[in-house]
């Protein structure tokens, strides 16, 4: 049985969330200027699209992890545990390709993120279904950054 759902304990979560991605991006170092000095492949989106995207990735992830970690009752350390990894791994991305410059690791990473965060999907589809679907959008924007990182790394 769930438990009733709080609007201050969801907005709490969804505004950490956020929160944490305005860390990565104050620690991940300078997005438009070295982004925009970069050699991009096809289909590289407008650099305005990127906040927009991540402000609702971030908004679905607290969401998503308030209804795992608060109304499931089948979280447990192995689901924290993945849930953590991708944030760690989120934050280091950011470092090594805009702070770093090191466009090769950076994809390395990134697959590992993205790798994590299908398995991060999926446990929380396991435990709630809508939990899960809610990240459907990082799963897939991660997807498309590997394109994009690789091609950058290629390119440049």
């Known amino acids: 049985m769930h438990k009733r759902i709080s609007k201050t304990e969801l907005l709490i979560w969804i505004v950490g969330a956020?929160?944490?991605g305005a860390i990565v991006a104050l620690i991940g170092g300078e997005f438009n200027g070295y982004y925009s000095s970069l050699d991009l492949p096809p289909l590289a989106p407008p650099d305005w699209l990127f906040p927009v995207m991540w402000g609702i990735i971030y908004a679905l992830?607290?969401?998503?992890?308030?209804l795992i970690f608060r109304i499931s009752n089948e979280a447990d350390g192995a689901t924290f545990a993945v849930f953590a990894t991708q944030l760690i791994l989120n934050l280091a991305w950011s470092v090594i390709f805009f702070r770093l410059h090191m466009l090769t690791i950076a994809a390395v990473v990134l697959v590992a993120l993205t790798i994590a965060v299908g398995i991060m999907l999926l446990?929380?589809?396991r435990k709630?279904?809508?939990a899960g679907l809610m990240n459907i959008l990082y799963l897939l924007w991660c997807m498309f950054a590997c394109y994009l990182?690789?091609?950058?790394?290629?390119?440049?």
Not at 149 to 156: S, V
Request: charged share 15%.
């Open 128 to 130: 709630m279904k809508t």
């Open 61 to 66: 992830l607290g969401a998503s992890a308030y």
């Open 18 to 20: 956020e929160l944490f």
């Open 123 to 125: 446990d929380f589809y």
């Open 149 to 156: 990182n690789i091609g950058i790394a290629m390119l440049n």
